[in-house]
């Protein structure tokens, strides 16, 4: 496995390998099992994998949150040498975004709400970094995992709308054992906080089955909510979209999606069904 801190020592190795069939996964690092299922399932798809290891600036609305996201690349390099990655790239900020910089992409649509409307300008510094890296990276494939399912809806529509040449895989959540939905941020749980967090998946499970039965939406909704609250999460939302705009939805249908974001101590947890 090559490992490059540099973009011209980058550029030369990504040029060593097939000019098409290479998948790519981009990542902030902290690795665990979600992102290797990742890992796994670009190296089914395509002769070459890319891992990109890279807290972007960009997507951060507040700038504690950045710096306290966990650097652990030593880590992160012994998890990638083990699946066999070909290339690993620690992109540096200046090689994303270089000196004069200044563009920026806005996507409208499925970026609008929810953590759109929460996090100002987070959807534009994810499309933008997916821009960036698209661009130097050159992928026939690259892999995103659905926990961030508003996230992959972004990407979807700037691949879509600006014609580029990718094909976007989506790979399921990987859960640990009691249905907490893996995350980087999940370390900054406190033990208690840890013991009640799979408790979201729990109601998301219930309040989904209810919805498939053709409950009524606002009622169930509302009630998961309060059962929430009266757990002590703090809720974001927890609302019932169409799984491609976004957009709330009043009947249930197989396009639909349950989506949440919920505050537990210090740590916002993001899920969906």
Known sequence: MII???????LRERGHLD????SFVPTMGALHEGHLALVKKAKKIAKHCIVSVFVN???????????RYPKLEKEDVHLLEQNQV?????????DIYPRGFDTRIEIGG????????????????????VYRLFSLVKPKFACFGEKDWQQIQVIHRMVKDLLLPV?????????????????????????????????????????????????????????AIEALEKKEFKVDYFCAVDGNSLQKITKWNDNARLIAAVKLGSVRLLDNI
Do not use: C
């Open 4 to 10: 490059t801190h540099d973009l011209n020592e980058f």
């Open 19 to 22: 000019m098409i069939d290479v």
């Open 57 to 67: 600036p960009l997507q951060f609305d507040q700038k504690e949150d950045f710096l």
């Open 86 to 94: 070909d290339i690993v790239w620690f992109p540096k900020v200046e």
């Open 110 to 129: 499925p970026a609008l709400q929810w953590e759109g409307a929460l996090r100002k300008g987070h959807f534009s510094g994810v499309a933008t970094v």
């Open 167 to 223: 094909t976007l895989v989506n790979v399921p959540i990987v859960r640990e054992k009691d249905g907490l939905a893996k995350s980087s941020r999940n370390r900054f749980l406190t033990s208690e906080e840890r013991s009640r967090a799979p408790f979201l998946y729990k109601i998301l499970q219930e309040a989904y089955l209810k919805l498939k039965s053709g409950g009524n939406i606002s009622l169930i909704l509302s009630n």
